[in-house]
């Protein structure tokens, strides 16, 4: 990433020197497979039962509530659909809404395909789900509400503690997606009422393909690896042990900073808009002012494509995003933006700015800088903005 300003920490993030440090040996000294019946193997088992009572503490969990899985992907692909199949007997239906990431609504889609129902919920036009609207969906059918803590693109922070109190009174299962949450702001499972909740090690400075999900004592998704008795016959696979070690040093080092943190990112995004919204003409923020994750700032530029801000960006050395890596390169404009009602062509010229632990005020100041002359020079080349 030399030379580069990295504006897109919601996407990954660098693991950090330390993690990485925590990690080393388990690849080629502390190798042996946590399920062996040797001496040596005690090393790795040793590990990977200390990182999953660190990652337990850090969200209010208990040890044997956590499952280590490849990541956020496929948590919540088990989560879905593991407790979607437990519980057919009891109901085929399901609410989620309509700006989950992938991950949840590509699960969802292909269970409505095998006979589920599913209920997609609006959020507001600041991106906000209320638990109003959930609790006029529930059904003798609901057996699940999936609705993410924060959201990847706008950063909205739902009313969990609220959906998880309703979900308790109804004895309806509820599995969040905190993929960009855990780590970014306090959680505790317990005291949220949260059945299952998915996360993932590369969201928060750990290593990628390592996540897990956290799944309430009494609760059972149906089981969809198949092939060994690891995580307690939940979870088959050997061990991803160095990527355990370093998805709980990540995750230690970011719980006992949430605060700190919180304040630092916070404050540097509240300048950020401040700057960018005084400077420009013409400019949203979407999502909500103050519900948000600390790090997410995302606007919409009118009379512009987002994907030529973003490769003009690119050429000033600065890595940002349109929204979900997922939906760049293709021509629709992101499903969450259209979700809290922005019209096409606004969408369409939307940039994501989430920042991390490495950027500076110096930093800002270029990006802003950079962003007046470039939004000026597309406009310039806009019909559209002429006619105004
Ligand atoms: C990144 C992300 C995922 C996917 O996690 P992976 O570990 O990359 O599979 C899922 N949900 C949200 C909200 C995310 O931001």
Redesign the pocket.
């Known amino acids: 990433m030399k030379g580069q300003i990295y504006f897109d920490h919601?996407?990954?993030t660098a693991v950090k020197p330390e993690v990485i440090a925590k990690m080393l040996p388990y690849f080629a000294v502390d190798y042996a497979n946590p399920s062996s019946v040797y001496s040596i193997s005690r090393t790795a088992r040793h590990a990977v039962e200390e990182s999953r009572e660190t990652i337990a503490q850090c969200i209010g969990a208990d040890k044997d509530e956590i499952y280590f899985t490849?990541?956020?992907?496929?948590a919540?692909n088990w989560a879905i659909r593991g407790s979607a199949y437990a519980n057919k007997n009891k109901g085929n239906h399901i609410i989620t809404t309509e700006f989950e990431?992938h991950?949840?609504l590509h699960t969802c889609k292909q269970l409505e395909k095998e006979g589920f129902e599913v209920t997609y919920i609006k959020p507001d036009s600041e991106g906000i789900i209320h638990t109003s609207d959930i609790e006029k969906a529930i059904t003798d059918k609901t057996i699940l509400i999936t609705i993410?803590f924060?959201?990847?693109e706008i950063g909205t922070i739902q009313p969990i503690y609220e959906i998880g109190k309703l979900a308790k009174e109804k004895g309806i299962l509820f599995h969040t997606?905190a993929?960009?949450a855990v780590g970014a702001v306090p959680i505790n499972v317990k005291e949220m009422n949260i059945d299952m909740l998915?996360m993932?090690a590369?969201?928060f400075y750990g290593p990628?393909g390592i996540?897990a999900l956290y799944v309430r004592k009494g609760v059972r998704p149906q089981v969809f690896m198949q092939g060994g008795a690891q995580e307690k016959n939940r979870r088959a696979g050997t061990e991803n042990v160095p990527g355990i070690v370093g998805f709980a040093a990540a995750l230690f080092d970011a719980c006992m900073h949430t605060e700190e943190n919180a304040l630092k990112l916070g404050q540097m995004r509240d300048y950020l808009i401040t700057e960018v919204m005084n400077k420009i003409p013409y400019v949203k923020l979407n999502g909500h002012i103050s519900k948000r994750l600390p790090n997410n700032a995302n606007f919409s530029f009118e009379f512009i494509e987002g994907e030529a801000l973003l490769l003009s960006l690119d050429l000033e050395g600065i890595a940002a995003s349109s929204g979900s890596a997922c939906t760049s390169g293709s021509l629709d404009p992101s499903h969450v933006l259209l979700s809290i009602g922005l019209p096409h062509e606004i969408a369409h010229g939307s940039l994501r700015i989430t920042l991390g632990d490495d950027n500076t005020y110096y930093q800002i100041d270029y990006l802003v800088e950079k962003l007046i002359t470039i939004v000026d020079r597309l406009r310039k080349m806009s019909p559209l903005y002429h006619e105004n």
């Open positions: 919601a996407a990954t490849s990541g956020g992907t496929e919540d990431h991950a949840v993410m924060a959201n990847n997606d993929v960009q998915s993932s590369h969201k990628k996540g």
